[in-house]
Every structure is written in C-alpha cells, then in structure tokens.
C-alpha cells in the first residue's frame, strides 16, 4: 500500500554525530542520577518533541530518552547534548505531578534541581534557539518544545560553534 511507505516517525535514527551519545547519557546519570537505574537507552528519533524520556510501560520494558533527529548532526555541542541528558534524565528522577485532571510535567523542584545541576542552561537554549530557531514551537503549555515539520530543512546545513557569552568582565587568569 503506498500510504505504508512512509518511514514510522518513531523509528530510530543512524548515529551521525562522532559524540558516545549513549556514553554522555551513562556519565549524566551515575554523576547527577545515581538512584536512576541505568543505564538509560537513549536514541535519535524524527519525532514531534525536542527531547523526551519515555518511563517505563507495558509497551516498553525500561525508560528510554529520545532526542530530535535535527540534534543528530556532527556539529551538535557536547554540551547541548549533556544539557539534554540532565533534563531528560532529571525527568525520570523527579515525575510528573498530578493533581485532580491536571498533570505537571515541570513541577517547581524540577526548575530548581535543574538550575542547580545544568548552568549552562542559558546558553544550551541560546544555540538551540539560534541554530533550530526556524523549526522550533513552543507549546502553550507546560513549557515544552517541539520540532515542526520544516526540520528537514535544516538536517544538513551547518551549525554555529558553542560561543559562551563573553564576561563583561574578564575572568582572573588563574580561574581559567
Ligand atoms: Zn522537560
């Protein structure tokens, strides 16, 4: 049937970043998880959210984090990738919150375990949102980020080097 031609959008993606994804994923947990069992699988797929960790269900045995297909590129900063395992990671270490029909999925001890484990927050969104910015949406709720269609636009164009902020003010030599 032509209509089945169409590649799962799930389905997992060949690695084209030189970076141990899978290695980076094991280091963010046994330093800032360790009460996480691992490790955690983690693959590329040309889905709908930026980055997701999946908690176990009867579909699939053990958690799992999934990072858009657009991450997979070989000039992807291992610190936009680091940054991505802390906060997929860290939703498996703190769930979502329900209460009544409403479910939190960034409850406020999430935002404050993160700013406390990932300072380079700031600057992992300022390159995702310069590099992914033409791709990116964010959804009226819960704060999330998702990847529209126009992607495939960027899969193979370059990317921009992580650039740290300059200091305002030059840091002592002894602190570099
Ligand atoms: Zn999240």
């Known amino acids: 049937m032509p209509g089945r031609r169409r590649p799962h959008p799930f389905q997992p993606a060949l690695w ?9 994923v094991e280091e963010v947990r046994s330093l800032y998880f360790p009460r996480v069992p691992g490790p955690v699988p983690v693959f590329f797929a040309a889905h709908r959210p930026l980055a997701c960790a999946v908690t176990a269900s009867e579909e699939l045995v053990f958690p799992a984090v999934y990072i858009h297909q ?4 070989p000039e992807t900063p291992v610190e936009v990738l680091r940054f991505i395992a802390k906060h997929e990671l860290l939703h498996l270490a703190i769930p979502p919150k329900r209460s009544g029909r409403r479910v939190q999925t960034h409850p406020r001890e999430f935002w404050d375990a993160e700013a406390r484990i990932a300072p380079e927050s700031r600057l992992a969104w300022q390159w995702i949102t310069e590099n992914l910015g033409p791709c990116l949406a964010r959804s009226s709720r819960a704060r999330e980020v998702h990847i529209t269609r126009t992607w495939t636009a960027l899969e193979f164009a370059p990317r921009a080097p992580w650039a740290p902020i300059t200091p305002i003010r030059p840091v002592p030599a002894p602190l570099l």
């Not at 084209?16 to 980076?24: E, G, M």
């Not at 657009?70 to 590129?73: A, R």
Request: net charge neutral.
């Open 16 to 24: 084209r970043t030189s970076i141990d994804v899978p290695a980076l």
């Open 70 to 73: 657009v991450l997979n590129h």
